[in-house]
Nanobody, 114 residues
């Protein structure tokens, strides 16, 4: 059973940083591409960033490129999202996902506010 548990969200001022974590279990983590998504209140869930199995290839949405970095630790079955230079519009619930599975975690709330 695929389980994904996100953590690390919180309240941060504009320009600040947060590092999100995702603990994965129930599947062979190292074999699958992983992604971060986010959903702002009243809006659809959007893809934020992705990383290939093995971590050699990453990509991110234009709105976060140069500010957010996705990385993984296959030895720990962990996915991370380092978020820098946060903006008001980054406020959302953030989710991790293994791209071959339909399961979602509970998400972690990120609020950017002064």
């Amino acid at each position: 059973q695929v389980q994904l548990v996100e953590s690390g969200g919180g309240l941060v001022q504009p320009g600040g940083s947060l590092n999100l974590s995702c603990a994965a279990s129930g599947f062979t983590f190292k074999s699958y591409s992983m992604s971060w998504y986010r959903q702002a209140q009243g809006k659809p869930r959007d893809w934020v960033a992705g990383i290939s199995s093995g971590g050699d290839n990453t990509n991110s949405a234009g709105s976060v490129k140069g500010r957010f970095t996705i990385f993984r630790d296959d030895a720990k079955n962990m996915l991370y999202l380092q978020m820098n230079s946060l903006k008001f519009e980054d406020t959302a619930v953030y989710y991790c996902k293994a791209e071959r599975f339909a399961s979602w975690g509970q998400g972690t709330q990120v609020t950017v506010s002064s």
